[in-house]
């Protein structure tokens, strides 16, 4: 899992409330389990008209917005079915960051096993935030995870508050695996002790 320690670019403003699962990545595009390509499919209700033309009036659309790195969303991101495929999308657009005033626990806990740091703050807070990023190109930010702390285009600064264990994780681009990894030679060491003890299991 790419590392997550600091974060520059342009945050794309999303205010939406409930913005669910199935409208970050409907359903149609439930049919892999690979991570990659799924970009394409990112809101894609919202993102493209029938006839499959964009909607210029959707914000990740509009040429400001198109490279963002991070999104700015309404109150309960995140909501709806478990599909892992949400982060999947929004990490393979380049979403890195997702700031809200709160998320769906399960969405929550899917982000930071995929790279993506979703941070909460409060309303007053994603207020500011959400005009710094309507400044369009101008909305660059800075979210920097060591000090825990986003930096807006005029250099004013939000600090946020985030479990040590996760941050431990992203910082180190650990993911479930690769914590499991790190504990190889222990298990190694278990399974020889218990194969020497039990030469009959």
């Known amino acids: 899992m790419e590392k997550f320690v600091k974060l520059t670019g342009v945050a794309a403003p999303l205010p939406v409330v409930n913005v669910d699962t199935d409208m970050i990545i409907p359903k149609d595009y439930l049919k892999t389990i690979k991570r990659t390509g799924l970009g394409k499919g990112l809101f894609a209700e919202a993102r493209y008209n029938q006839d499959g033309t964009e909607n210029p009036d959707f914000v990740l659309n509009q040429p400001a917005y198109r490279n963002a790195k991070i999104l700015v969303a309404g ?11 949400a982060p999947w999308a929004l990490a393979d657009f380049g979403i890195r960051c997702v700031i809200s005033t709160s998320f769906a626990d399960i969405f ?10 979703p941070i909460i703050v409060s309303q007053a807070e994603l207020d500011k935030l959400m005009d710094d990023a309507e400044r369009g190109s101008n909305a660059v930010v800075t979210v920097d ?27 180190n681009g650990l993911d479930d695996i690769s914590l499991t990894l790190e504990k190889a030679d222990s298990i190694a060491s278990y ?11």
């Open 75 to 85: 109150d309960n991101f995140g909501c709806g079915s478990s599909r892992e495929h």
């Open 108 to 117: 929550y806990n899917n982000c930071f096993k995929n790279g993506i740091l």
């Open 145 to 171: 995870l060591e000090n825990q702390e986003i930096t807006g285009p005029d250099g004013g600064s939000v600090k946020f508050s985030i479990d040590a264990f996760r941050r431990h994780c992203l910082l």
């Open 191 to 201: 399974e020889d002790k218990l194969a020497a003890e039990r030469p009959w299991a």
